[in-house]
């Protein structure tokens, strides 16, 4: 289902870093993207017009996507018009939006923007709430690991055990026959059946083998994790546990294999048409039994190996249509054939993540000659409030909180506002500088501040003279025009933002009658943003220079 939401923003408006002196400040509009009440499976396309609101030109040099949840509640891919927005103007951004997880949805787009030798992260916060688009897992709304788990098993408990000759007769004549014929789940081989096939011919394959805990009912008649098979497939299969074979011992044949994994563990490698179903076999194995013997960690965990299977070989109508037989002859679904995804909201080997309250950003680039306001967020993932413990400064006499201390309480999902300012001093504030706030979970965070000042900047009361750069992005050459008179010059020289001087211009510089003038050709650079240094005796001046190729 598609969607179409249209949203002006100012680009700075939720700029993280506000400077007072450069900067514009922001509009009044609160940084947040609700995109209301959805389903999984939506897909939503959201237009954004993004303003320059900054008094030079701005390089959004990247956008980046990230998600409040271990698993990705939210498939967000940004595309921007033109990452160059010069001051006053504004450019597109195009959202598409995937909803895969029926959970309230929280994640922030960051954009990092770059001003002079300062770095912006900005963040938008993108919510909502989803829920789930098949009304019969509704109640796993909301609910993940050990709360999804727990709903999950209580919907496969119980099913109508038919017995080991009746459910194999079911899985050979129904669940698994397709006009008359059966395929062996990791050969490919067919057989023509209408029921259970004489010995020698076909036989059942126990994805979570008979010897690991399949040997008595109802779990060794449950055909949600039963297969019909080719003997020597299956005997070679005996009861290794399924991964990735790097060296192989034995052809299973169709693709299927007994082998050695890179770390020395035996193990059988289904072929790739099967893997996607045989993982799901062993998580609703997982949650209607447990992990049963270990057999799911022991010796061999295969719990990576049957996630990247999941996500690799999707359910397709073949699957879903077993999974409907079955469940008209056993009363239970197999839950991760009609979603998947649930899956990545699992932990099959233990304790949930820790999922503690995080800081936004964690890495700011500032410029020292400005007096800076930080506006950062601190979310809080967890379904449970959370109490800061404790606010630790590296350098308190550079950084001053506002609105935020000790004590301070975030609510369930909650995400907070909270500004530290960056003061002025003499001399500049050191290279990095660390905030690091505690919680009441035993958790930290840091944000690392980083002094992005080139050079030292000699202090004068003298006004700073305007630098001009005609045209500007620069597509080829430009001319840099300024009323410094030549004879005060010292230096004149190209950086990249990191630091790294990519030219002297210093021979290139002529008197003008205005002062000094500079043919600047950019041919030779790559796409991006560079740093104009001029230096006197009395000033030191640095401007912005987007460079762009044709």
């Given at each position: 289902m598609a969607h179409m939401y249209t949203l002006r923003c100012a680009l700075l408006?939720?700029?993280?870093?506000?400077?007072?002196?450069?900067?514009?400040?922001?509009?009044?509009?609160?940084?947040?993207?609700?995109?209301?009440?959805?389903?999984?499976?939506?897909?939503?396309?959201?237009?954004?017009m993004v303003d320059n609101a900054a008094s030079s030109s701005v390089w959004i040099s990247a956008i980046e996507y990230f998600d409040a949840y271990p698993y990705r509640a939210m498939s967000v891919d940004p595309r921007i018009a033109d990452s160059v927005i010069e001051s006053g103007n504004a450019t597109g951004v195009a959202l598409t939006i995937a909803v895969r997880h029926n959970v309230p949805l929280r994640g922030h787009l960051q954009f990092t923007v770059q001003v002079g030798c300062?770095?912006?992260?900005?963040?938008?916060?993108?919510?909502?709430?989803?829920?789930?688009?098949?009304?019969?897992?509704?109640?796993?709304?909301?609910?993940?690991?050990?709360?999804?788990?727990?709903?999950?098993?209580?919907?496969?408990?119980?099913?109508?055990?038919?017995?080991?000759?009746?459910?194999?007769?079911?899985?050979?004549?129904?669940?698994?026959?397709?006009?008359?014929?059966?395929?062996c789940i990791y050969t490919g081989r067919k057989l023509r059946t209408a029921g259970i096939p004489p010995n020698g011919e076909f036989n059942t394959e126990h994805t979570w083998v008979q010897s690991r805990g399949s040997s008595n009912e109802p779990n060794r008649s449950d055909i949600n994790h039963l297969y019909p098979t080719y003997p020597r497939a299956n005997s070679i299969r005996?009861?290794?546990?399924?991964?990735?074979?790097?060296?192989?011992?034995?052809?299973?044949?169709?693709?299927?294999?007994?082998?050695?994994?890179?770390?020395?563990?035996?193990?059988?490698?289904?072929?790739?048409?099967s893997r996607?179903?045989?993982?799901?076999?062993?998580?609703?194995?997982?949650?209607?039994?447990?992990?049963?013997?270990?057999?799911?960690?022991?010796?061999?965990?295969?719990?990576a190996t049957?996630?990247?299977?999941?996500?690799?070989?999707?359910?397709?109508?073949?699957?879903?249509?077993?999974?409907?037989?079955?469940?008209?002859?056993?009363?239970?679904?197999?839950?991760?054939v009609d979603i998947p995804e649930f899956a990545e909201r699992l932990n099959f080997l233990g304790a949930a993540p820790l999922r503690h309250p995080?800081?936004?950003?964690?890495?700011?680039?500032?410029?020292?000659?400005?007096?800076?306001?930080?506006?950062?967020?601190?979310?809080?993932?967890?379904?449970?409030?959370?109490?800061?413990?404790?606010?630790?400064?590296?350098?308190?006499?550079?950084?001053?909180?506002?609105?935020?201390?000790?004590?301070?309480?975030?609510?369930?999902?909650?995400?907070?506002?909270?500004?530290?300012?960056?003061?002025?001093?003499?001399?500049?504030?050191?290279?990095?500088?660390?905030?690091?706030?505690?919680?009441?979970?035993?958790?930290?965070?840091?944000?690392?501040f980083s002094n992005c000042s080139l050079l030292s900047v000699a202090s004068s009361a003298d006004v700073e003279p305007p630098v001009t750069v005609i045209p500007h992005p620069v597509r080829g050459v430009a001319r840099i025009e300024s009323s410094i008179p030549y004879s005060s010059l010292q230096s004149i020289t190209l950086h990249s933002v990191n630091g790294v001087e990519v030219a002297d211009l210093h021979p290139l510089a002529e008197s003008s009658s205005n002062g000094v003038s500079i043919q600047l050709d950019t041919t030779g650079l790559s796409n991006g943003v560079y740093l104009l240094h001029i230096r006197t005796a009395t000033m030191h001046i640095t401007r912005m220079i987007v460079a762009l190729r044709d």
């Open positions: 408006c939720a700029m993280i870093l506000l400077v007072t002196r450069s900067v514009a400040q922001p509009l009044s509009f609160r940084p947040v993207l609700n995109i209301g009440d959805v389903k999984t499976g939506d897909t939503l396309g959201i237009a954004l300062a770095e912006y992260k900005q963040l938008m916060f993108i919510t909502g709430n989803a829920t789930a688009r098949d009304t019969r897992y509704a109640r796993t709304d909301a609910k993940d690991y050990d709360s999804l788990y727990a709903v999950l098993q209580s919907m496969t408990v119980n099913h109508t055990s038919l017995g080991y000759k009746s459910g194999r007769e079911v899985m050979f004549g129904k669940a698994d026959n397709v006009r008359d014929s059966v395929e005996a009861n290794y546990p399924f991964g990735s074979v790097a060296k192989q011992l034995t052809d299973a044949e169709g693709g299927s294999r007994l082998g050695i994994t890179a770390t020395g563990d035996t193990v059988f490698e289904p072929r790739a048409v996607g179903n045989i993982a799901r076999s062993i998580f609703y194995y997982l949650v209607r039994y447990g992990n049963v013997t270990g057999y799911y960690t022991s010796p061999y965990s295969m719990d049957l996630r990247q299977w999941n996500a690799q070989d999707p359910p397709d109508a073949r699957e879903r249509t077993r999974c409907d037989t079955i469940a008209a002859y056993q009363g239970k679904r197999n839950p991760f995080v800081l936004l950003p964690h890495n700011v680039r500032f410029n020292p000659d400005d007096t800076m306001l930080l506006t950062s967020h601190i979310f809080n993932p967890l379904p449970v409030p959370r109490t800061i413990t404790g606010i630790t400064l590296s350098h308190p006499s550079y950084i001053a909180f506002e609105n935020i201390g000790n004590d301070t309480t975030l609510g369930a999902l909650e995400n907070r506002r909270f500004s530290m300012r960056i003061k002025p001093s003499n001399p500049s504030p050191p290279a990095r500088m660390l905030v690091a706030l505690s919680f009441s979970d035993g958790t930290a965070d840091t944000i690392t």
